[in-house]
């Protein structure tokens, strides 16, 4: 499940979206981070398929890569609609904090997240 939760204009806006994993796939690809095919072609060992879980994570810090940098704000809006709550939400800020790819500065009120290689 999806949550979207916004403006548009001076409307607010809640919107649920349920997914299953062949959607959750297709958004994957979008970004660039497509979940595991269940049929491999190799006989080398076999990884366990993504999770729902590890798939947000993928998107997630694809979007931070994309983006570069964002404000904490900025970006805790966009993991909540991602996760599909504010705690879900959260819950990806701080392990956002803790990647290896990620540098937080502290720009007056609100950190700065930057993606690093």
Do not use: C
């Not at 060992?45 to 983006?67: F, G, H, M, S, Y």
């Not at 909540?80 to 540098?103: C, D, F, P, W």
């Amino acid at each position: 499940m999806l949550r979207i939760r916004g403006t548009v204009g001076d409307l607010p806006v809640d919107l649920t979206v349920e997914m299953d994993d062949g959607d959750w796939a297709k958004l994957g690809a979008q970004f660039g981070t497509p979940l595991q095919d269940s049929n491999p072609q190799s006989t080398a060992p076999v990884k366990p398929l993504a999770t729902r879980n590890d798939a947000v994570w993928d998107i997630a810090q694809e979007l931070l890569r994309k983006a570069g940098h964002m404000s904490g704000p900025e970006l805790l809006g966009q993991l909540e609609g991602l996760a599909g709550s504010t705690a879900a939400g959260k819950r990806l800020m701080v392990r956002m904090r803790h990647s290896a790819n990620v540098r937080v500065e502290s720009q007056g009120d609100a950190p700065e997240y930057h993606w690093v290689e």
